[in-house]
């Protein structure tokens, strides 16, 4: 089955917190929005390191997603690069936008 790549709806801005890592599903997979200063993005839920599922949190510092199960950090600016191992591969970010006040997501794994 084929699908039409297209953006899908994950969170409401007005739902986000800044500083904070928040969990969602779209179209079957697990995603994590993390809402900073700079802005907001999305990412992949899977840490790269061993393929522990991330969950809400706070983001350490305001900018870095750390994982819970070994300690790895990634920055939250949109490029998922490792500022801390053990993980050595950036976590998998995602296209995304805001439209009117909406975080959306180009759905593009259904293809
Ligand atoms: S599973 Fe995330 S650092 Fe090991």
Same mark, same amino acid.
């Given at each position: @089955?084929?699908k039409?790549v297209? *953006?899908v709806? #994950? +969170?409401?801005?007005?739902?986000?917190?800044?500083?904070? /890592? !928040?969990?969602?599903?779209v179209e079957g997979r697990?995603v #994590?929005?993390?809402? !900073?200063?700079?802005? &907001?993005?999305? *990412?992949d839920? @899977?840490? %790269?390191?061993?393929?522990?599922?991330?969950? +809400?949190?706070?983001?350490? /510092?305001?900018?870095? &997603?750390?994982?819970? @199960?070994?300690?790895?950090?990634?920055?939250?600016?949109? !490029?998922?690069?490792? !500022?801390?191992? %053990? +993980?050595?591969? %950036?976590?998998e970010?995602l296209d995304?936008?805001?439209?009117?006040?909406? #975080?959306?997501v180009l759905v593009d794994w259904l293809i």
């Open positions: @089955m084929e039409t297209n *953006y709806a #994950v +969170a409401a801005v007005g739902d986000l917190r800044e500083g904070f /890592l !928040t969990e969602h599903e697990a #994590v929005v993390a809402a !900073t200063a700079e802005g &907001i993005h999305v *990412y839920a @899977m840490c %790269p390191h061993s393929d522990f599922r991330f969950g +809400a949190s706070r983001l350490r /510092l305001g900018c870095e &997603i750390e994982c819970q @199960m070994h300690g790895a950090r990634f920055k939250a600016d949109g !490029t998922g690069a490792v !500022t801390k191992g %053990p +993980a050595k591969e %950036p976590l970010v995304s936008r805001v439209v009117d006040g909406v #975080v959306e």
